[in-house]
């Protein structure tokens, strides 16, 4: 049982599991009822995604973008999601994503590393 972690939109894996969408807004000219079906995503967890304000910088300074998400993934509310998804991992197979297409310039890759600090397993 583990994690995955996805680009939003892109075919799933075998034993994917249920995939969480973890961005601000749902995809552009696509019915909700389409959403899982065109493998954006099962559910979605806009709590996880970055705020608004900071998206925007992730443009212009990925260190301190990236600073300042972790800083917003301590929030109590964020705080509890996180360890739900942690604790789950250990039973369950599930993917969470994000519609960048470079991880490494997107939050779930810092979304994977706090998921990691709070002992979730990876797939």
């Not at 552009?28 to 389409?34: E, L, P």
Request: proline share 4%; charged share 30%; hydrophobic share 40%.
């Amino acid at each position: 049982m583990a994690i995955r972690i996805v680009r939003l939109g892109s075919a799933r894996a075998t034993k994917e599991g249920l995939r969480l969408g973890t961005v601000r807004r749902p995809p552009r000219g696509v019915r909700k009822a389409d959403y899982a079906r065109r493998n954006y995503y099962d559910v979605w967890l806009p709590e996880l995604a970055p705020s608004a304000r900071l998206v925007a910088r992730a443009q212009k300074n990925w260190p301190g973008f990236a600073k300042a998400y972790r800083r917003e993934m301590e929030a109590a509310a964020a705080e509890r999601l996180i360890a739900l998804l942690a604790a789950l991992s250990q039973e369950a197979d599930f993917s969470v994503g994000c519609y960048c297409e470079d991880e490494e310039r997107c939050h779930r890759s810092i979304l994977r590393e706090v998921l990691a600090e709070h002992g979730a397993r990876f797939a």
